[in-house]
C-alpha cells in the first residue's frame, strides 16, 4: 500500500512525531510519503520520501491546486491528514482525485466542521470525540521506544516534572498556583507563548526555590528526564492525549493528572482533578505529590506497556485503511 501523511506544522511536537513513528511503523510493509512545511523537512527527509510546500493558508488555491498535482503524481491509496488545516485543505482537492482519505483528530476542537466533512477520522481519545458526526474510530497514542533499556536504569531523585507546550491548554498556571504548599521541588519542561508570563507568576508566588522552567529536551534526553522524577503532573485544561503520561507510566515513574484525554481509560476517575478547576487540582496535588510513595502504580505501568504498545495501535490504523480501500471498490 502507498500511504500519504500530510502535516501542516511548523514546530516539531506531539502530532509530528506521532506521525514519524506511525510511519516508521507502516515503512516496514507499505510506502510512506510525508508531505509538510519545508520547515518539517528535515525532520523527515532522512526516513522518507519527503515533499515539502511553504507554509500556505487553507485559502490559498494556487498551492492547493500544486498539491493536487503532487497527490496525483504520487498515485498513493491512503492520504491521512493530520490536524484541520491539512483536512480542510483536502476537503478542497477530493473532487478532483480518487483516493481515500482518514483524518485524525489529535485534539479537541471547536470547530468540527473539517472533521464532519470527511468520510473516517481516527480520534486519539473518546474525550475528543464530542461534536462528531461522520464515522470515526478511537485509536489512541502509544509508547515506541524499549522501556527495559538499561539507558533507563537511572536513580531516581525526589522533585516532580511536567511537560509541554506553554500554553493555556496545558494549565501549568494552574499547577504553579497549586504548588505553593508543596514541599518536592517542580521542574517543568517546555518552550511557548507562556512562558514569560509563567516565569513571572512563579516570582508572583514566591516559588523561585521550588518551581523551575527548562528548556525542552530532546526525546531521548526527556525519557531519561521521567524515570529520575518521583512523579509526571499533567494538568491540562483540555488535552487530546496525553502521551507524555504514557511514556512516563512505560518508564515505571507515577502520575498524576487532570480528567482528559485518555487519562480516564487508564486511571478511576476517582483519581483524576477535574480539569480547568484550580481548587479540584490544588486539593488533588496537596493530597498526593508529597505522599506519591505510597501510591502503587504498578498495575497501571503493566497495563500501559501492554495496552498502548505502537504495533498493537499501528495494526489498528491498518485495519482502518484496508477497510476503507474495499469499501472504496465496492462503491
Same mark, same amino acid.
Given at each position: 500500500?502507498?500511504i500519504?501523511?500530510?502535516?501542516?506544522?511548523?514546530?516539531?511536537?506531539?502530532?509530528?512525531?506521532?506521525v514519524?513513528?506511525?510511519?516508521?511503523?507502516?515503512?516496514?510493509?507499505?510506502?510512506?510519503?510525508?508531505?509538510?512545511?519545508?520547515?518539517?523537512?528535515?525532520?523527515?527527509?532522512?526516513?522518507?520520501?519527503?515533499?515539502?510546500?511553504?507554509? #500556505?493558508? *487553507?485559502?490559498?488555491? &494556487?498551492?492547493? +491546486?500544486?498539491?493536487?498535482? %503532487?497527490?496525483? $503524481?504520487? =498515485?498513493?491509496? !491512503?492520504?491521512?491528514?493530520?490536524?484541520?488545516?491539512?483536512?480542510?485543505?483536502?476537503?478542497?482537492?477530493?473532487?478532483?482525485i480518487?483516493?481515500?482519505?482518514?483524518?485524525?483528530?489529535h485534539?479537541?476542537?471547536?470547530?468540527?466542521?473539517?472533521?464532519?466533512?470527511?468520510?473516517?477520522v481516527?480520534?486519539?481519545?473518546?474525550?475528543?470525540?464530542?461534536?462528531?458526526?461522520?464515522?470515526?474510530?478511537?485509536?489512541?497514542?502509544?509508547?515506541?521506544?524499549?522501556?527495559?533499556?538499561?539507558?533507563?536504569?537511572?536513580?531516581?531523585?525526589?522533585?516532580?516534572?511536567?511537560?509541554?507546550? #506553554?500554553? *493555556?491548554?496545558?494549565? &501549568?498556571?494552574? +499547577?504553579?498556583?497549586?504548588? %505553593?504548599?508543596? $514541599?518536592? =521541588?517542580?521542574? !517543568?519542561?517546555?518552550?511557548?507563548?507562556?512562558?514569560?508570563?509563567?516565569?513571572?507568576?512563579?516570582e508572583?508566588?514566591?516559588?523561585?526555590?521550588?518551581?523551575?522552567?527548562?528548556?525542552?529536551?530532546?526525546?531521548?534526553?526527556?525519557?531519561?528526564?521521567?524515570?529520575?522524577?518521583?512523579?509526571?503532573?499533567?494538568?491540562?485544561?483540555?488535552?487530546?492525549?496525553?502521551?507524555?503520561?504514557?511514556?512516563?507510566?512505560?518508564?515505571?515513574?507515577?502520575?498524576?493528572?487532570?480528567d482528559?484525554?485518555?487519562?480516564?481509560?487508564?486511571?478511576?476517575?476517582e483519581?483524576?482533578?477535574?480539569?480547568?478547576?484550580?481548587?479540584?487540582?490544588?486539593?488533588?496535588?496537596?493530597?498526593?505529590?508529597?505522599?506519591?510513595?505510597?501510591?502503587?502504580?504498578?498495575?497501571?505501568?503493566?497495563?500501559?506497556r501492554?495496552?498502548?504498545?505502537?504495533?498493537?495501535?499501528?495494526?489498528?490504523?491498518?485495519?482502518?485503511?484496508?477497510?476503507?480501500?474495499?469499501?472504496?471498490?465496492?462503491?
Open positions: 500500500m502507498k500519504i501523511h500530510f502535516i501542516s506544522s511548523t514546530t516539531y511536537g506531539g502530532i509530528e512525531q506521532h514519524h513513528e506511525l510511519g516508521m511503523n507502516q515503512k516496514k510493509n507499505n510506502e510512506v510519503i510525508i508531505i509538510c512545511t519545508h520547515i518539517m523537512k528535515p525532520f523527515f527527509e532522512n526516513d522518507f520520501k519527503v515533499f515539502s510546500t511553504k507554509n #500556505f493558508s *487553507r485559502n490559498n488555491l &494556487f498551492q492547493i +491546486l500544486k498539491l493536487l498535482l %503532487v497527490i496525483r $503524481k504520487f =498515485d498513493a491509496d !491512503i492520504i491521512h491528514t493530520h490536524g484541520s488545516k491539512t483536512t480542510s485543505i483536502f476537503l478542497k482537492l477530493r473532487i478532483f480518487n483516493i481515500v482519505h482518514v483524518a485524525t483528530l485534539n479537541i476542537k471547536k470547530n468540527m466542521v473539517p472533521y464532519n466533512k470527511s468520510k473516517y481516527i480520534a486519539v481519545s473518546d474525550a475528543i470525540t464530542k461534536g462528531l458526526k461522520t464515522k470515526y474510530s478511537v485509536i489512541s497514542n502509544w509508547i515506541y521506544f524499549n522501556y527495559e533499556s538499561p539507558a533507563f536504569v537511572i536513580e531516581k531523585k525526589n522533585h516532580a516534572i511536567a511537560v509541554g507546550r #506553554f500554553e *493555556r491548554a496545558k494549565g &501549568f498556571d494552574l +499547577l504553579i498556583k497549586s504548588w %505553593v504548599n508543596i $514541599k518536592r =521541588d517542580l521542574y !517543568i519542561f517546555g518552550s511557548g507563548s507562556q512562558e514569560n508570563f509563567l516565569k513571572e507568576l512563579i508572583e508566588l514566591n516559588l523561585q526555590n521550588k518551581v523551575y522552567i527548562k528548556k525542552p529536551l530532546p526525546h531521548e534526553d526527556l525519557l531519561r528526564e521521567y524515570v529520575k522524577a518521583k512523579v509526571l503532573i499533567i494538568s491540562s485544561r483540555n488535552e487530546g492525549g496525553p502521551r507524555v503520561a504514557l511514556e512516563a507510566l512505560a518508564l515505571g515513574t507515577p502520575v498524576l493528572s487532570t482528559v484525554g485518555h487519562m480516564n481509560a487508564i486511571f478511576p476517575k483519581f483524576l482533578a477535574q480539569p480547568d478547576n484550580l481548587n479540584s487540582l490544588k486539593t488533588f496535588i496537596e493530597k498526593h505529590v508529597d505522599a506519591i510513595d505510597d501510591i502503587n502504580q504498578q498495575s497501571i505501568f503493566e497495563y500501559v501492554e495496552e498502548f504498545d505502537l504495533r498493537n495501535q499501528a495494526k489498528k490504523i491498518m485495519s482502518v485503511y484496508e477497510d476503507l480501500c474495499k469499501t472504496k471498490f465496492i462503491e
